[in-house]
């Protein structure tokens, strides 16, 4: 009996297995209309609650969603305009930062063959400081973020739908399950957690653009807007976020001001990314969030190969969805412990 049992469970085990790679293979073949969708879901949970206070205060719904929706579109159109200008701005000053990337790397070279009386090819040393890969890495991030704009407008009508359905659908989710769903406390507190983490993390985020972009302008160091704007946007990439963020601007501060300014600009990102990543934010996301570090790790690189860079910015709210549905099933409550952060034992 044993033995049956054993067996049932392994190929239990290998079924689940097999689904669980052949979804991830499907949301990966498919990424290009789920991801749109995804993000339109969670700035849709964003929106929600100041439709709904707007509702309460008498708003007629279509005025409401006009009001929300405006907003929603300003915000992304500002967003789009600085990023468009400043790429292109970029684009036309990248020569010239060529030319005094390779000037320094030329300096460093004669530097080493005079001071240490080190030969040093030219061609090997320019192999491992290739001027081109720097600039175009810089380059490939920036036209990476414009990327990001390029559904705008489909995930905005998706917004828009996804609203309309708001009030209704606890109504429909109770009609469709009937007894089989006596309360919808599952999916009241994934709504409020992922609406507690997205707004810690807006609020963190946003500190960190305004700090990081109003140090750059002290420092002189060109499109200040843009590497703010960078540094909001990628803080949502949990641990590595802003360290990519910091990348840019380092380059560009070496490039236009040389190695002090690049010094204090890497000093800056520092400074503002410790003080709000491992002081003010550790002490409300632990609560917010609910997942070990490790977890928040795995998922970034998870999220972020299965649905590209915006996988990477929803992977903590993607795994607090699947934390939470494991949570609801005794047979998989196992699961979302390992998940969790919570290290405590409760009482049955």
């Known amino acids: 009996m044993g033995t049956i049992d054993t067996r049932t469970n392994a ?30 879901a969670f700035i849709a949970i964003i929106c929600a609650p100041p439709l709904l206070w707007l509702k309460s205060k008498r708003f007629p719904t279509w005025l409401a969603l006009l009001v929300i929706i405006l907003g929603v579109a300003c915000i992304g159109g500002l967003v789009a305009l600085v990023i468009g200008d400043s790429i292109a701005d970029f684009r036309t000053n990248l020569p010239y930062y060529q030319t005094r990337l390779q000037g320094q790397v030329t300096a460093v070279q004669l530097w080493i063959e005079s001071s240490l009386n080190i030969s040093v090819s030219t061609d090997t040393f320019g192999s491992y400081f290739d001027v081109g890969s720097i600039m175009g890495l810089v380059t490939g991030m ?33 009609l469709a399950f009937g007894e ?5 406390s599952a999916l009241d507190r994934f709504m409020r957690t992922v609406k507690r ?19 750059l302008a002290i420092l002189g160091v060109d499109f200040p807007i843009l590497w703010g704007l960078l540094a909001f946007l990628l803080n949502f990439v949990p641990n590595i976020g802003s360290i990519i963020a910091a990348v ?15 010094l204090l600009t ?12 491992t002081i003010i934010e550790p ?31 929803l992977s903590v709210p993607l795994t607090m969805t699947v934390k939470i549905a494991l949570e609801n099933d005794a047979n998989s409550r196992w699961l979302s412990v390992l998940l969790g952060s919570d290290t405590t034992e409760k009482s049955a």
């Open 180 to 184: 089989r769903i006596r309360d919808l």
């Open 11 to 40: 190929f239990r085990v290998l079924i689940v297995a097999a689904a669980f790679v052949i979804v991830v293979a499907g949301m990966r073949a498919a990424a290009s209309l789920v991801v749109p969708f995804l993000l339109a």
């Open 248 to 262: 840019p601007a380092v380059i560009l501060a070496l490039v236009q001001l040389g190695v002090g300014p690049c």
């Open 197 to 215: 983490y997205m707004a810690i993390k807006s609020l963190t985020s946003l500190a960190t653009g305004i700090m990081v972009g109003v140090w």
């Open 283 to 313: 002490r409300f996301m632990g609560r917010g969030v609910g997942l070990s570090t490790l977890v928040v790790f795995v998922s970034l690189v998870f999220w972020g190969w299965v649905l590209g860079p915006i996988g990477m910015f």
């Open 142 to 174: 920036l036209s990476g973020l414009g990327g990001m704009l390029t559904n705008g407008f489909m995930i905005l009508l998706t917004v828009i739908f996804m609203l309309f359905e708001t009030s209704a659908f606890p109504a429909k989710i109770r």
């Open 266 to 277: 890497a000093l800056g990102y520092l400074v503002v990314n410790n003080v709000i990543g």
